[in-house]
Nanobody, 119 residues
Framework: VQLQAYGGGLVQPGGSLRLSCAAS????????MGWYRQAPGKQRELVAR???????NYADSVKGRFTISRDNAKSTVYLQMNSLKPEDTAVYYC??????????????WGHGTLVTVSS
């Protein structure tokens, strides 16, 4: 199973970016999917998470600015980031709890995509 993330880059404060992450491989189904981030010198933290049924939860620091969504048919999770702040600068990682075709359940991670918010 592989997770490939797209959409990072450099954006000015107040701007927007949309991250995408597609899962591929020996997937039977995917439970929760989410986005985490790790800023320099800090621990990785949860940004947003979405269940198969669409229930979401967000870090307090991004509520009202970020929106997570998923397309189950495409095994893809998205993160729409608006009103970006310099403190949102980090490497963003996608995560998925996958049930493989062999019946194993495990967490998988993408390689990360860098988001830099700076003027």
């Amino acid at each position: 199973v592989q997770l490939q993330a797209y959409g990072g880059g450099l954006v000015q404060p107040g701007g927007s970016l949309r991250l995408s992450c597609a899962a591929s491989g020996s997937i039977f189904s995917i439970n929760a999917m989410g986005w985490y981030r790790q800023a320099p010198g800090k621990q990785r933290e949860l940004v947003a998470r979405i269940t198969t049924g669409g229930t979401t939860n967000y870090a307090d620091s991004v509520k009202g600015r970020f929106t997570i969504s998923r397309d189950n048919a495409k095994s893809t999770v998205y993160l729409q980031m608006n009103s970006l702040k310099p403190e949102d600068t980090a490497v963003y990682y996608c995560n998925a709890e996958v049930i493989t075709t062999t019946g194993l359940v495990d967490d998988y991670w993408g390689h990360g995509t860098l988001v830099t918010v700076s003027s």
